[in-house]
């Protein structure tokens, strides 16, 4: 009788293991064709609302802002403040805004707080590709 139940407590917990390592190889496929899909579209997107997102590499502590490159893992944004109580973060989206010629209630940091690697929320009346024109036309000026 004890045979019985070992036996099938041990064949239901190798199904449990089966079926979990099951979910966690689709939720791996899933988070892979995300990124791989987000690499090819670039650092610049729009969202389902219509809202324009710019993955942003920034370099807090520089001598002045600037935009120093657009490549695939974003856009490298050189910022004249201190990495300190959001003091660059707030510097990023004046100069954006003002990059983009939009106020600065239109730009506002939708990730990345504390971390060099961020995501701007742009809302206005402005297209994607008037964006990515302005952002590389502030490349060729400096």
Known sequence: MI?????????????FVKEMSKKAKSKNTQKE??????????????????NILISIL?????????ITS??????????????????????L???IASVLGLRKS???????FKSRNKVLKIEGSITLEEV????????QNA
């Open 58 to 66: 920034a370099k807090p502590g520089a001598k002045q802002n600037a």
């Open 106 to 112: 239109d730009v506002t940091l939708n990730k990345g």
């Open 70 to 91: 657009i490549n695939s893992d974003g856009v490298g944004v050189q910022i004249n403040a201190p990495p300190s109580e959001g003091e660059a973060n707030t510097e």
């Open 93 to 95: 989206v004046k100069y």
């Open 132 to 139: 990515k024109s302005k952002l590389l036309n502030e490349i």
């Open 3 to 15: 045979c019985r139940f070992f036996n099938k407590s041990l064949s239901l917990r190798r199904n």
């Open 33 to 50: 064709t995300e990124v791989i899909t987000k690499q090819e579209e670039g650092p610049i997107t729009s969202d389902k609302s219509k």
